[in-house]
């Protein structure tokens, strides 16, 4: 089967902690493609990165960094001294090739961070 | 920057009406897709296509049809509508080849079927 999965509904931070939201996934391929997306609450799904299952190494952006670790099908996104501008809801999604391309998103974790 | 825009932001239909969704794109993308978005239950893909005329079947394609005539524009229609179909549907493009690059995103209309 082919599922993504993210446990965590909702997470609520005071600002300047930090946060890491959980994925995981489940694939037999072997080549796939890894996302993940922010939803602010204008609507728009914005883009924020792509790991293919070639590359595992670890990716920093700023107060964002991603860990992907194959033995556990695990992408997990941390944000550093989270800031109120980080409140939305964050998707997790990967690309099934033998599929057509298909996106497969998690139902989404939803970060408040408060003041 | 890409830019995905879609005909309304909200909407409100009654049951049994016919129901157009418009998506534009401005990128040249090749693939186009629409998803509906409900609450614990994540995106789900509706239908997608990879080219003009082309079109297939997503998740959860039931109650739905598609047209795209223009590269540019894909269309989402309820053929009538009800209101289990009451959620927000948001669109997106994507180079080829799928699945390599993300896909951007539009704003989505949130439609209310009474």
């Known amino acids: 089967a082919q599922k993504v999965t993210q446990a965590q509904t909702e997470i609520s931070v005071v600002e300047k902690e930090d946060v890491t939201l959980d994925c995981v996934y489940e694939?037999?391929?072997?080549?796939?493609?890894l996302f993940w997306y922010k939803q602010p609450p204008s609507g728009e799904l914005v883009f924020l990165i792509r790991?293919?299952?070639?590359?595992?190494q670890n990716e920093i952006s700023g107060r964002y960094s991603w860990n992907f670790q194959k033995s556990t099908s695990s992408f997990n996104f941390t944000i550093t001294a989270s800031q109120v501008v980080d409140s939305a809801v964050y998707f997790c999604?990967?690309?099934?090739?033998?599929?057509?391309?298909?996106?497969?998103f998690g139902q989404g974790t939803e970060l408040s961070v408060k003041p | 920057d890409v830019k995905v825009t879609q005909s309304s932001r909200y909407l409100v239909k009654r049951t049994g009406e016919k129901v157009f969704l418009e998506c534009v794109q401005d990128?040249?993308?090749?693939?186009m897709f629409w998803y509906r978005q409900d609450p614990g239950l994540g995106l789900r893909l509706i239908y997608f296509s990879y080219d003009v005329k082309m079109k297939e079947k997503g998740d959860i394609p039931e109650g739905y049809s598609v047209s795209r005539e223009k590269k540019e524009r894909f269309s989402l229609i309820l053929e009538s509508a009800s209101t289990n179909q009451t959620s927000m549907y948001l669109c997106?493009?994507?180079?080829?080849?799928?699945?390599?690059?993300?896909?951007?995103f539009g704003p989505g209309t949130r439609l209310t079927v009474t």
């Open positions: 790991r293919n299952s070639f590359d595992e």
């Open positions: 990128m040249d993308h090749e693939n």
């Open positions: 997106a493009s994507s180079p080829r080849p799928v699945g390599t690059y993300e896909q951007y």
């Open positions: 694939t037999r391929d072997t080549t796939y493609y």
């Open positions: 999604a990967l690309v099934l090739y033998n599929q057509g391309g298909k996106l497969i």
